[in-house]
């Protein structure tokens, strides 16, 4: 039978093998490689190779990824593509065939304004610098502006300092623009600097003409945006970004737990656990890890490091998991769900991985 009248099988089952794939990576923290192989649109060039001798055929796999995952990945991208074939090999159970190459390619944009794109185009884009950014935002933690009405500016305000504790700098208009300071201009800045952005949707946001120019701002940007329905549902673009249905006392744990699969809001949070400082606060915190979907190795040694050196971490069940029936099943059964390790609480209350 010629090349060309060859039925094969492994072609047909290459998404099979993608999915069992990426499950291997998120369990070992390979995210580059895990999302390379989630955001792929896949193609298969068959008989690539062909060995007359052993009798088998080699196809090329083509991944097409995003342009920011390509870029981001490139300098690396010989390394990453053969990995990710001899992965799959070591996988798939196909008789006389493999996969002989893997091949990244960027998908291509249609109608870009890629001299705009590039940010160095002269025009009125607008440049925030280091100093400005560190006086709104401060020196670190996930970056979130509040779009809100100017009457409930008191909530917002507890809004801003419930998630602080999370690792969250939350910029909120009424609170943040020195009395000095031009307020449009300053507001300008936090939505040209902000991580993500949220609305919170009571009765009359809509009829601020500055909310709206807030959303829009948002949009053009491309941050993840959130609606917060505290007694108006989305409306317009903003309509189809992910809105939370809740009120002011649960919105803290809400927004995080939705943003926690950003890889800057999860840094976020590991950084703010070492300055739990009650026991009530820990059991808080610890409300967001079910939403951690996977650490990567240096992530997951810094919430073992931040809870083994932090007796209020310890001592509350959130993280300790002595009450999993009220706190849930603690750090260690969810570091051992996002790592695929084994990690367990020792007789001293430390926690590490368990040999094997």
Partial sequence: MSKREQHFQLPNDVEHYLAA????????????????????????????????????????????????????????????????????????????????????EMEKVQDRDWRTESGVLHSRQRVISSTTADRIWGDDGYRMFLSHKAEVKKNAA????????????????????????????????????????????????HDSMWTDQEVGYALARGVSMIAVKLGKDPYGFIGKFQALACGWEEAPVALVKLLVKQPRMLDAYITALPKCMTFEQGNTLAQVLPSIESVTEEQAQELVSAFNHNSQLQGSFGFNGARPYMYGDGLATHLSRATGEEYVMTASGQIKIKKR
């Avoid at 580059?32 to 068959?46: G, T, Y």
């Avoid at 939350?170 to 300008?188: G, L, N, R, S």
């Fill in 21 to 104: 794939l990426a499950k291997l990576y998120a369990q070992e923290g390979e995210r580059q490689k895990l999302e390379v192989i989630v955001n792929a649109q896949v193609r298969v060039h068959e008989a690539w190779t062909y060995d007359d001798y052993e009798g088998t055929f080699g196809h090329a796999l083509y991944l097409t990824v995003p342009e920011t995952l390509y870029l981001s990945v490139v300098k690396e991208r010989r390394a990453v593509q053969n990995a990710i074939a001899a992965d799959l090999n070591k996988i798939h159970n196909v008789r006389n065939e493999f996969i002989a190459e893997v091949l990244l």
């Fill in 158 to 205: 507890e809004l801003k300092e419930a998630l602080a504790v999370f690792g969250v700098s939350c910029f909120v208009a009424h609170q943040d623009i020195p009395p000095t300071k031009e307020w449009q201009d300053e507001i300008e800045n936090a939505l040209a600097s902000m991580d993500a952005f949220v609305a919170l949707l009571t009765e009359r946001f």
